[in-house]
């Protein structure tokens, strides 16, 4: 089992930036690869960005890449999502996720509680 702590969320102004995080727990984070997702009102969740077990393969979203940075801690069972140049589209619940594979789809294992972003135009 992993357990999954999202924080850093909130309310910001477009064009601002917010780093959110995600603590990790129980077996070995190294072990997974890890992900974000969004969900927006009345919208199904979408992936935004995910980073392999060591850090060295990133994949992004068209809709976030340039402007999102996905990095890992291994060493403190972290992962972070790096968020610049917000934009009101962006407004959504974030939720990380956890699984063996490198995935850009839905089927993590392991799901955090999300954390609410807010960008206002």
């Known amino acids: 089992q992993v357990q999954l702590v999202e924080s850093g969320g909130g309310m910001v102004q477009a064009g601002g930036s917010l780093r959110l995080s995600c603590a990790a727990s129980g077996r070995a984070f190294s072990d997974y690869t890890m992900g974000w997702f969004r969900q927006a009102p009345g919208k199904e969740r979408e992936f935004v960005a995910a980073i392999s077990w060591l850090g060295s393969t990133k994949y992004y979203a068209d809709s976030v890449k340039g402007r999102f940075t996905i990095s890992r801690d291994n060493a403190k069972s972290t992962v972070y999502l790096q968020m610049n140049s917000l934009k009101a589209e962006d407004t959504a619940v974030y939720f990380c996720?956890?699984?063996?594979?490198?995935?850009?789809?839905?089927?993590?294992?392991?799901w955090g509680q999300g954390t609410q972003v807010t960008v206002s135009s």
């Open positions: 996720a956890a699984d063996r594979k490198l995935l850009r789809t839905n089927e993590y294992d392991y």
